[in-house]
């Protein structure tokens, strides 16, 4: 089993910035993808940004340029730096793990930002 814990969510002005970590536990493998989704209300989770542990990623087109993930493969963390924020990004963010065919989910950090 895998246990994952997201961490810096909150409320920030558009415009603003806030980063968000994500720590996995447990059952760990090397080879794996870490990513952030995020889901706002009454609309399907979709994916931010995902990275793998070679440092590969992949970004939705609304947060390129945007939003940075990156990755502590020593600390199993994963981070998305996110600037710019516009309204449309509040949502709760769930951080996944992808390893060995199986996909380990997160609870879920708020992220807020007014207009």
């Known amino acids: 089993q895998v246990l994952l814990v997201e961490s810096g969510g909150g409320w920030v002005q558009a415009g603003g910035s806030l980063r968000l970590s994500c720590a996995a536990s447990?059952?760990?493998?090397?080879?794996?993808?870490m990513g952030w989704y995020r889901q706002a209300p009454g609309q399907q989770r979709e994916l931010v940004a995902r990275?793998?542990?070679?440092?590969?990623?992949e970004y939705a087109a609304s947060v390129k340029g945007r939003f940075t993930i990156s990755r502590d493969n020593a600390k199993n963390t994963v981070y998305l730096q996110m600037n710019s924020l516009k309204p449309e990004d509040t949502a709760v963010y769930y951080c996944?793990?992808?390893?060995?065919?199986?996909?380990?989910w997160g609870k879920g950090t708020l992220v807020t930002v007014s207009s």
């Open positions: 447990g059952r760990i493998f090397a080879i794996n993808v």
């Open positions: 996944k793990r992808e390893q060995s065919g199986m996909d380990y």
């Open positions: 990275i793998s542990n070679v440092g590969s990623s």
